[in-house]
């Protein structure tokens, strides 16, 4: 099995992880309620996608 010959710098190992972090979910608003929602997801708080009512939901 082939070993490194030499020791990787630290800035060279964290140069390579710059690209792991965790990055949080991109969100819109909804255009019924201005609630956030995932793109391409009917929204949870009234059931509506592009205009039209998906899932009924209780309203208060």
Do not use: F, W
């Not at 490194?4 to 255009?31: E, F, G, I, M, N």
């Amino acid at each position: 099995m082939a070993l490194p010959k030499k020791k990787k710098s630290k800035a060279k190992r964290d140069t390579r992880r710059a690209h792991d972090a965790v990055q949080l979910p991109r969100t819109a608003t909804c255009p019924q309620c201005n609630e956030p929602v995932l793109p391409h997801h009917v929204c949870p708080e009234c059931g509506t996608y592009r205009g039209r009512t998906i899932i009924e939901t209780e309203e208060d």
